[in-house]
């Protein structure tokens, strides 16, 4: 008896002095700090845009590249041939050259013209034009042209972000 009152009065003391909360069947305190309404700010989530340059489009992040580039598209001739990546051109493919993006960069290219674009991988180096932006696979290039006996246009470049 002795004993147990001891445990209460020890209990209480402990309460008082260190602001603890006991129970007497439990041996762990609990320590549940007490929120003051005083000091509760009301701060509204950071929403961070994204820059400019990124936008979406069907599921795509897209950065643009250059507007009003020229685009042509490869001879027949190349065909077969080695591009700068080692991987062998093929006309069929949705494939392009470009001077300065990574190779295996994919790349959305739009016509201006009529809106259609493709989307090509950078596996070549090139066009060796100075006034030529991009050459485009002949499929890629018949895909988003609006006259087939065209052999160049104005395109619009923009580079997908993975």
């Given at each position: 008896m002795?004993?147990?009152?001891n445990?209460?009065?020890?209990?209480?003391?402990l309460?008082?002095i260190?602001?603890f909360?006991y129970?007497?069947?439990?041996?762990?305190?609990?320590?549940?700090p007490k929120i003051?309404?005083d000091?509760?700010?009301?701060?509204?989530?950071?929403?961070i845009p994204?820059?400019d340059?990124?936008?979406?489009?069907?599921?795509?992040?897209?950065?643009?590249y250059?507007?009003?580039a020229?685009?042509?598209?490869?001879?027949?001739?190349?065909n077969?041939?080695?591009?700068?990546?080692?991987?062998?051109?093929?006309?069929?493919?949705?494939?392009?050259a470009h001077?300065?993006?990574p190779?295996?960069?994919?790349?959305?290219?739009?016509?201006e013209?009529?809106?259609?674009?493709?989307?090509?991988?950078i596996t070549?180096?090139g066009?060796?034009?100075?006034?030529r932006?991009i050459?485009?696979?002949?499929?890629?290039?018949?895909?988003i042209?609006k006259?087939?006996g065209a052999?160049?246009?104005k395109v619009t470049i923009?580079?997908?972000i993975?």
């Amino acid at each position: 008896m002795r004993n147990k009152k001891n445990i209460l009065f020890a209990t209480i003391a402990l309460t008082l002095i260190s602001g603890f909360t006991y129970v007497i069947s439990q041996t762990k305190p609990t320590t549940e700090p007490k929120i003051i309404q005083d000091t509760v700010k009301n701060v509204k989530p950071a929403i961070i845009p994204l820059p400019d340059s990124v936008f979406t489009d069907k599921g795509l992040k897209l950065r643009p590249y250059k507007k009003n580039a020229h685009a042509s598209y490869y001879a027949d001739r190349f065909n077969g041939k080695r591009t700068a990546n080692g991987s062998r051109f093929n006309n069929n493919n949705y494939t392009a050259a470009h001077k300065k993006l990574p190779f295996g960069t994919r790349v959305k290219v739009t016509n201006e013209a009529n809106g259609k674009f493709v989307i090509v991988k950078i596996t070549d180096r090139g066009p060796f034009v100075k006034t030529r932006e991009i050459d485009l696979s002949k499929r890629a290039f018949m895909d988003i042209t609006k006259h087939k006996g065209a052999g160049a246009m104005k395109v619009t470049i923009e580079t997908i972000i993975e």
